[in-house]
């Protein structure tokens, strides 16, 4: 058959075709869903407080310093001078440290492969009955530390114990202290992100002073009701307090973004504990993130509730019940609402709900024995 140029054009192209599928293949498998969409992943990142200027420092600095004198920063509003006595936390102008380490027990994001470089404040500004962390934050337990020492611990975590972030968990009552410890640390080789750990009862003041300094904030938003609250957490406007938090925390830093290598660098992280009958307020703050926050807002539904500190307690005995003692299987414990384990129908409640608010970036187990992303 002679060839023509109407012959040839099918040979061509089926040859081109070839061709350029063995240069660049296409992939015909579905795509896994991933966090590192592009808005969402950085190619590098630079800490925020490394671009203040020694203006900005030094006006931080003169703010930290006049809030010592009249504690104004959290919610609680004590006014008292720190440097003379001590308000609603129970701590002067020191910080008190509880535990300073190299930390494996956060989202995978954030403590990655070499742990996320946790400091451990003693004490908190609210008086959660159910607290996990209860032997630390209701105690006053551990080393003072000035914040120039508390700098100085930064820089070991990065230099000794090549963590990934300094994650400063409930920092709320001391966070004069904390910004003055960045700025120092900044001043003497800190290069890392810094991740403000905190239960979201955090007052504005206390956010504008460390917008700039914080690169992650990792809020735990914990129940919707002002009643629940006053139950559970001691504050009655807890809620209202988080909510208004929250959202100036978003638009310091925005949705939660990442490296190549699958660590958070910036952005916010929301992290919400089921409790035991508390589903439809649980669902209530997945509704608020995704309709006030952000529908690309990143969130952990932690399931790890367990009855601590003073739930499940025997209830202290009035004069009346002394003079009439029940046996220990009779005997009423305090908080018995929550004495038990969240259930699994409780927890997907609660996903459901966000998922039908319009979330969809959550912080899920791998499907696989690698590097969740």
């Known amino acids: 058959m002679a060839l023509s140029p109407q012959n040839l054009r099918p040979v061509v192209c089926a040859i081109g075709s070839r061709l350029l599928r063995s240069r660049f293949p296409f992939n015909t498998t579905p795509r896994r869903s991933l966090h590192l969409a592009p808005p969402f992943l950085l190619e590098d990142y630079t800490p925020r407080y490394m671009t203040l200027s020694s203006v900005d420092c030094a006006k931080k600095r003169s703010a930290a310093y006049a809030h010592l004198r009249n504690c104004n920063l959290c919610p609680r509003l004590c006014g008292v001078n720190r440097y003379e006595t001590t308000g609603m936390c129970l701590i002067g102008d020191k910080a008190k440290v509880n535990v300073i380490a190299p930390h494996f027990g956060e989202e995978p994001c954030i403590q990655g492969h070499h742990g996320s470089g946790s400091v451990f404040f003693s004490m908190c500004n609210l008086r959660c009955v159910f607290c996990q962390n209860h032997d630390i934050s209701h105690q006053r337990n551990g080393q ?12 070991k975590l990065q230099d000794v114990g090549n ?103 910036k952005g916010l992280l929301v992290r919400h ?49 002394a003079e009439h003692p029940a046996g220990e299987a009779d005997q009423e414990k305090r908080y018995d609402e929550i004495n038990r384990a969240v259930s699994q129908q409780e927890i997907s409640a609660v996903r459901k709900a966000a998922e039908e608010a319009g979330l969809w970036r959550f912080c899920d187990p791998p499907k696989h024995d690698g590097f969740s992303l």
């Open 144 to 155: 003072d530390l000035t914040p120039e020492e508390l700098g100085d611990w930064f820089i």
């Open 163 to 265: 963590v990934h972030n300094i994650n400063l968990i409930t920092p709320e009552h001391v966070v004069p202290q904390v910004a003055l410890a960045i700025l120092h640390a900044r001043d003497n080789g800190l290069t890392l992100p810094i991740v403000y750990n905190t239960s979201a009862y955090d007052s504005l003041a206390s956010l504008e002073l460390m917008d700039g300094l914080v690169d992650i904030y990792l809020p735990d938003f914990k129940v919707w009701e002002p009643a629940t609250s006053r139950r559970l957490l001691k504050a009655d406007d807890y809620a209202a307090t988080a909510r208004e938090s929250i959202k100036a925390m978003h638009a310091q830093v925005g949705d939660l973004c990442f490296t190549g290598d699958g660590i958070a660098k």
């Open 273 to 321: 504990l089921v409790m035991p009958g508390y589903e439809a307020e649980g669902a209530r703050i997945m509704k608020f993130l995704a309709e006030e926050v952000s529908k690309d807002c990143f969130v952990n539904i932690m399931e790890q509730y367990h009855p601590d500190a003073h739930v499940g307690k025997p209830k202290r005995r009035t004069k009346q019940s």
